[in-house]
């Protein structure tokens, strides 16, 4: 039977925070921020930044609305991974938490940077900008209606999420994740792509 592997995208195969930080000269308020200082993917949940919900979804939305050559750098060894997957006849689909606002952006600079790899994308509509109704949808969700049975994910809170529902998760390791130090169910903990083996 063919495997079928979902991909998470921001900060798996885009490194959209660094991208972010570039943005804005490494200062958020006032504040210098290195990527190491983000505990929290939710930037209004980080202590240090002092963001609201809105500051946080603003600051992610013009990462993407400023790319305008779609330049958001590729995740160390994410490419060479993908193919690997891809000459094994492998079938790859992405599930993110990007709302369809930036529906365009993202299909672009997917076809920029990887062409032909992904079989379908499924957005979960999580904190979208404009003044449209979207349905946000849980990641754990979407899987299950896709009968997913292996995720690669960077943020801990939806890698529980999706273990809690029986979904096998590859949690690559992040400055927002590397605090938590419990096992869980699951859950693989890897530190770079080479160390995904499916």
């Known amino acids: 039977m063919t495997k079928i592997i979902w991909i998470d995208l921001d900060e798996v195969l885009a490194e959209t925070v660094k991208k972010l930080l570039i943005n804005c000269d ?3 308020w006032g ?3 290195s ?8 930037l209004y ?3 240090k930044l002092n963001l609201t919900i809105e500051d946080a979804i603003n600051f992610f939305h013009s990462t993407y609305l400023n790319d305008k050559n779609l330049e958001i750098e590729l995740v160390n060894w994410a490419k060479e991974k993908l193919e690997e997957f891809k000459n094994k006849w492998y079938i790859l689909k992405i599930v993110t938490w990007r709302p369809e606002d930036i529906e365009e952006y993202t299909i672009n600079w997917l076809n920029k940077h990887f ?3 992904f079989d379908s994308i499924h957005f979960a509509n999580h904190f979208s900008y404009w003044d449209k109704i979207k349905v946000k949808r849980l990641k754990s969700e979407i899987c299950r209606e896709l009968w997913i049975s292996i995720m690669i994910e960077d943020n801990f809170d939806y890698a ?3 273990s809690q529902n029986w979904i096998y998760t590859f949690l690559l390791e992040k400055p927002w994740n590397r605090h938590i ?3 869980y169910p699951n859950i693989k903990r890897v530190k770079h792509w080479w160390e995904i083996n499916i």
């Open 26 to 28: 490494h200062t958020i």
């Open 31 to 33: 504040i210098k921020v």
């Open 160 to 162: 529980l999420e999706l």
């Open 115 to 117: 062409p032909n790899s």
């Open 35 to 42: 990527i190491n200082d983000i505990l929290d993917y939710n």
């Open 45 to 47: 949940k980080n202590d």
């Open 181 to 183: 130090k419990a096992e």
